[in-house]
């Protein structure tokens, strides 16, 4: 087989008549990078030579590696947990997200179930009992449903979350409790006695009717079973919680209501209550101490007269509390209602789920539709369901998209004249790429790589426009390859001409994607190296598989098949015309253009003196006078050798044609030549499009300071449904967040209390903290327990003086006394634990508010045990959990009076709320003051760090524009370092990364006049820019750099012959973002399709108006230059004329 030829740069008019003597010109009139090129494309074109001849194999096998591929999808795997999609990976956020799951397991406590009322006209006041009655309309709805699954039935009774039930030694009160426990639901229904209707337990006693919370008074109850059984304790724990009369104390809603009791403020008055007055300062559960729901946990929208004194709102909101899956697990294993279910954790998942979904359902119907109040229901459920169907492929868009591009490239391929037509190609070509991204995304799932919403919602379409941009390339090169070319070689010289461009633009993107990979959020991480897999698998399948199709193609041509239909001969192909041999380098000119029609031998001489080579042309050639020109023979003289690079040079070959319809003729190549590039390269015009991609870029620079940090839930939930309808409330009227201020292990908590007590001062002071009640002690662990024990020790204090209790006996004295005289004897010394000479010397309290170290961890045993409502309350969450130790106080014996220490604390939390969130600027806020307390702590030896979804969601905004800069700079300079080594010229590369530069920046400010903001979606967009820019800029640097001539010909004749692939592939990128607009989420639309196709109308205008001119004002000199040296054997040709040909005859 012949050798490659390395001259495929050279202008037509000097390329020898045999390959044997090129070697000799490139000696010395090329230069050393044409010289790496060369070589490389040698290496093409032995590959495509070989492609050709085995390209029924390399078909098959290509299709049946990438099929094999392609299986890897059975075993993908998609993510839709929103901690594992977006914390970052390996940040302080996800070693502290670890560290909490650690210790406390994978769920949380509880799961929150929501619901928003508020009223149809925008700012009317909802505090009226009117409309409290139809939010307890829709809270009784909901608080009812039930399910049946696995052949019982489950109510909120059974499922709801019960802050700290106590243990009773009675056993029939315990049970009696347990059924009447109330669930926790932080409601504007408890501030009357209607919240009592939303407990569904009910308890039954002998000669009374049904106790339920609607009729249950603790105090009368108590009374009824002292004579019974003992019930001190409890009720000492009842008085503690400030439990009273619960809510048959508290005023009627609706004091006609039949059921209303008589002990309710306006029983017998009759009168409304004062909503307004009611609601003011909040709300309680059963127990006034440990239940008080802060107003902005109800109330959205208040408006306060000038004392302050609440007067109005717009919206209510209660919130019902559900176990985890675990913690309905555990409360149900082992249980007699599940024993023949085979009860599992899953099980109890299913059911929750089922409850909720049934919850949000019903919350939405309870009222009718002409109310002039709406319900907003939503559930962590909810949440999960819009995940899912985010992640979903939706195979019409696919299909759609698919059959779209699958058109347009028949379409764009199919020629009048059947035997060169492509069409076939063009589907072949599609279904390839199709093929390809199947393989990518197969192989990802092999890899392990998961998938989620940006892989099913985006990544098939992205890679298809972006694959077939190289298909298009190929298939333009392939037909118009050199017609003296041998016909064994075309598929050789395609991939010659082409591999350079298809190798540079492919590298480029699966570096901008791996680039983008730095951002360190799982789910874009994931994103990006799924895109760059796909990347590489699309340029294996144009590189290897596609020159097999070309190649077969090439068959059906030569034998005057029809396109598509193969099996039918071409209706041209019996006409029979003497088509004359050429040889290789001779070429017929089109009539029409300025050209020199030569016939050329060509000889090298080498002076001593010199380096140069010089070509001596002997005088065979004959000028044809050119018709006129836009810009004269100058600019289009045939001395170019982009069309040998390219390959897309319009020739009028004598060969059979079929008659084709006149505007046939029109090609993009002919819209290029003779109207766009004689336009553009006009002084005028370059000065009138460098003045507007100035002004661009500064306009550009300008939306840049509008861009804002953020995505909120409301941007990805579909407009117009009723989870975007409740999430918008949400945002507007109820913004607070559960955080807490968890402390580690590592250090003494006994030493440690002032640290502690500082800590939770300063983070109880920062600007987004909800402050508690000023009537109520701060809702912490270390402040329950200090007080729980200054309160048993007054209670001994006083038993004490009143001799009940003494220093040998503690029967007579309080449950509380008897706890005081067991904690004070107490030493902590494992070999004499007791010393009842402390009874009168020590406080479980100093003066200084902090518990004695000795008896810290003893007495937190006793805390944990004794005031359960008060550790509910807490949230706490200890980790090694305190153990269990049961008092009774008639119980004498020493083994009673030890109490086992709680082992050294690993964990423990103290909750908090934010208030006020509302711009991520609000959160970068909050979050920079809760690190600083803890970083304050750290220093006096307190290891603690901030927990919760502000947290867990919003900390990458600290470092994501740094992040982004670093990323686009690193992909710049990666960029260039490529370009510099493919194309071996720095000076074309540095004007593509400039202009690349260009396209990134005018993209991010676009985005700030758009409204889209900042976050790491399209981060990763405006990463993975500078790759897919490439596409748009590296044809037409690369027609410049090998083209003869001054530089406004070259710009020309570049723009001619990559006008055509340039916007065959910005159509085909455009086509498959085109699917993304009909996504059913905003969120798809707004940060995909017009980010991306911002991108691609940037990146056109760029590379085919901006890059030429800077090009035509700035570009590099040529690579292949003909020299013209005077010497004793060569005639020194005659100084080009202005507006003259460059070639002359010698």
């Not at 070309?550 to 041509?557: G, I, K, M, P, Y």
């Not at 995505?711 to 449904?721: C, F, N, S």
């Not at 670093?966 to 990364?993: E, K, Q, R, S, Y």
Request: proline letters at 6%; one cysteine or more; hydrophobic letters at 45%.
């Amino acid at each position: 087989m012949a050798q490659p030829s390395p001259l495929g740069e050279l202008p037509p008019s000097y390329t020898p008549q045999t390959r044997t003597i090129a070697p000799q010109i490139l000696a010395g009139s090329l230069k050393a990078p044409l010289w790496l090129r060369a070589y490389f494309q040698g290496l093409l074109f032995s590959l495509g030579c070989g492609i050709q001849r085995h390209c029924g194999k390399v078909l098959f096998l290509g299709l049946l590696a990438f099929g094999a591929l392609a299986l890897g999808l059975r075993v993908a795997v998609i993510e839709t947990d929103l901690e594992q999609l977006w914390v970052e990976v390996g940040s302080r956020v996800s070693q502290e997200l670890n560290y909490t799951k650690e210790k406390l397991g994978e769920e949380a406590a509880y799961t929150s179930q929501m619901l928003i009322q508020t009223a149809r006209q925008e700012g009317e006041n909802i505090l009226t009992p009117e409309a409290l009655g139809l939010h307890l309309q829709a809270a009784l709805t909901a608080s009812k449903v039930q399910v049946s699954l696995y052949g019982k039935s489950w109510d909120l009774n059974k499922i709801c979350y019960k802050s700290g039930v106590p243990l009773i030694e009675n056993g029939m009160i315990e049970r009696m409790i347990e059924k009447l426990f109330p669930c926790v639901i932080l409601t504007p229904l408890d501030c009357f006695w209607e919240g009592a209707k939303l407990q569904g337990g009910s308890a039954y006693l002998p000669g009374r009717p049904d106790i339920q919370w609607t009729n249950l008074d603790p105090e009368q109850l108590l009374e009824e079973l002292g004579p019974f059984a003992s019930l001190e304790g409890f009720r000492e724990l009842l008085d503690k919680a400030q439990v009273g009369q619960a809510y048959v104390g508290r005023p009627c809603l609706h004091p006609d209501d039949l059921h209303c009791p008589p002990s309710a403020p306006n029983h017998h008055s009759r009168q409304a209550p004062n909503v307004a007055q009611e609601l003011s300062g909040g709300c309680h559960g059963f127990s006034h101490k440990f239940m008080h729901w802060q107003e902005e946990l109800l109330l959205g929208g208040m408006a306060r007269d000038p004392q302050g004194q609440l007067l109005r709102a717009e919206a209510l909101q209660s919130t019902f509390l559900l176990m985890s899956p675990r913690q309905l697990y555990e409360h149900f294993r082992g249980d007699y209602q599940t024993h023949d279910i085979g009860w599992s954790e899953e099980q109890a998942s299913t059911v929750l789920q089922a409850w909720q979904r049934r919850f949000v359902q019903l919350a939405q119907e309870a009222l009718p539709e002409n109310s002039s109040q709406q319900i907003h229901a939503f559930s962590s459920t909810t949440l999960d369901d819009i995940l899912h169907a985010f992640s979903e492929v939706s195979a019409a868009r696919v299909v759609g998209g698919y059959l779209l591009m699958l058109a347009y490239a028949c379409v764009t391929m199919l020629r009048w004249d059947c035997a060169q037509s492509q069409g076939a190609v063009g589907l072949a070509g599609v279904l390839l790429v199709a093929l390809a991204v199947a393989s990518g995304l197969g192989l990802c799932a092999l890899l392990g790589i998961t998938f989620n919403a940006a892989t099913t919602q985006v990544l098939p379409f992205l890679a298809l426009g972006i694959g077939v941009d190289d298909i298009f390339l190929l298939a333009h090169a392939f037909t118009e390859a050199p017609p003296g070319a041998p016909l064994q070689e075309r598929t050789g010289e395609c991939l010659q001409r082409t591999g350079t461009s298809v190798t540079l633009t492919s590298i480029n993107n699966m570096v901008a994607f791996f680039m983008a990979a730095l951002v360190p959020i799982p789910a874009l991480r994931a994103f990006s190296l799924q895109a760059a897999i796909v990347v590489g698998c699309n340029f294996a399948a144009v590189m290897l598989v596609f020159p097999a199709i070309l190649s077969l193609d090439l068959r059906r041509r030569h034998c005057q098949r029809l396109d598509v239909l193969c099996c039918f001969s071409s209706p041209c192909s019996a006409r029979v015309i003497q088509i004359l041999p050429q040889e290789l380098g001779d070429r017929t000119v089109p009539v029409g253009i300025a050209h020199l029609t030569t016939t050329v031998q060509a000889f090298t001489h080498c002076e001593a003196s010199s380096q140069h080579v010089v070509t001596i042309l002997p005088p065979q050639a004959h000028l044809v006078s050119p018709p006129s020109d836009p810009l004269g023979s100058e600019l289009f003289s045939p001395g170019g050798s982009t069309r040998d690079l390219l390959g897309q040079e319009e020739e009028t070959r004598q060969k059979a044609a079929c008659k084709s319809l006149p505007c046939a003729r029109w090609t993009l190549a002919h819209f290029a030549r003779y109207q766009f590039a004689p336009l553009l390269l006009q002084s005028h015009t370059k000065a009138m499009v460098l003045v507007l991609f100035g002004a661009l870029l500064g306009l550009s620079l300008y939306g840049a300071t509008l861009v804002q940090d953020g995505l909120a839930l409301t941007d990805v939930v579909p407009r117009g449904t009723k989870e975007h309808a409740f999430l918008s409330a949400q945002l507007r009227y109820f913004s607070l967040y559960e955080v807490a201020l968890v402390t580690q292990g590592g250090f003494d908590y006994a030493h440690s209390q002032r640290a502690l007590f500082d800590l939770h001062q300063r983070f109880s002071s920062l600007k987004a903290v909800l402050p508690p009640p000023a009537t109520q002690a701060p809702r912490t662990w270390l402040h329950y327990y200090r007080n729980w024990l200054q309160g048993i020790q007054a209670a001994f204090d006083q038993d004490w003086a009143s001799g009940r209790i003494t220093r040998y006996s503690y029967r007579n004295g309080s449950e509380d006394g008897a706890l005081a005289y067991k904690l004070l004897i107490q030493t902590g010394d494992a070999q004499e634990p007791l010393n009842f000479s402390q009874l009168t010397t020590r406080k479980l309290v100093d003066k200084e508010g902090l518990i004695p170290p000795e008896l810290f961890y003893v007495g937190l045993t006793v805390w944990v045990s004794s005031d359960p409502l008060g550790l509910a309350a807490s949230q706490a969450n200890f980790y090694p959990p305190p153990p269990e130790w049961l008092h009774d106080k008639y119980d004498t014996t020493g083994e009673n009076l030890r109490i086992p220490p709680a082992q050294p604390l690993e964990f423990a939390q103290f909750p908090f709320l934010l208030r006020g969130l509302q711009k991520t600027a609000d959160f970068v806020e909050a979050i920079e003051g809760a690190r600083a307390a803890c970083a304050e702590a750290g220093q006096a030896g307190v290891h603690a760090y901030p927990s919760g979804s502000p947290f867990l969601f919003w900390e990458q905004y600290l470092g994501l524009r740094h992040c982004f800069l670093l990323a686009v700079c690193i992909l710049l300079v990666c960029t260039f370092l490529v370009c510099a080594l493919l194309l071996l010229n720095p000076w074309t590369a540095g004007l593509i990364v400039l202009v690349l530069a260009m396209v990134t920046m005018e993209l991010f400010g676009i985005m700030g006049f758009l409204g889209i903001k900042l976050s790491a979606i399209p981060v990763v967009i405006l990463v993975a820019s500078v790759g897919i820019g490439v596409e748009f800029t590296v044809h037409v640097a690369l027609g410049f750099l090998t083209t003869q001539g001054s530089r406004n010909l070259r710009a020309a004749r570049a723009l001619e012959h990559t006008f055509t692939p340039v916007t065959d592939g910005a159509i085909s990128t455009f086509l498959g973002l085109l699917m993304l607009a009909g996504s059913n989420f905003d969120f798809i639309v707004r940060y995909f399709f017009v980010v991306l196709t911002v991108l691609t109308l940037l990146g056109l205008l760029h590379g085919l108006v901006l890059l030429p001119v800077l090009l035509s004002i700035l570009g590099p000199p040529p690579e292949v230059v003909q020299m013209y040296k005077e010497s004793p054997k060569v005639l020194s040709p005659p100084a080009p004329q202005e507006g003259g040909l460059r070639a002359h005859k010698i």
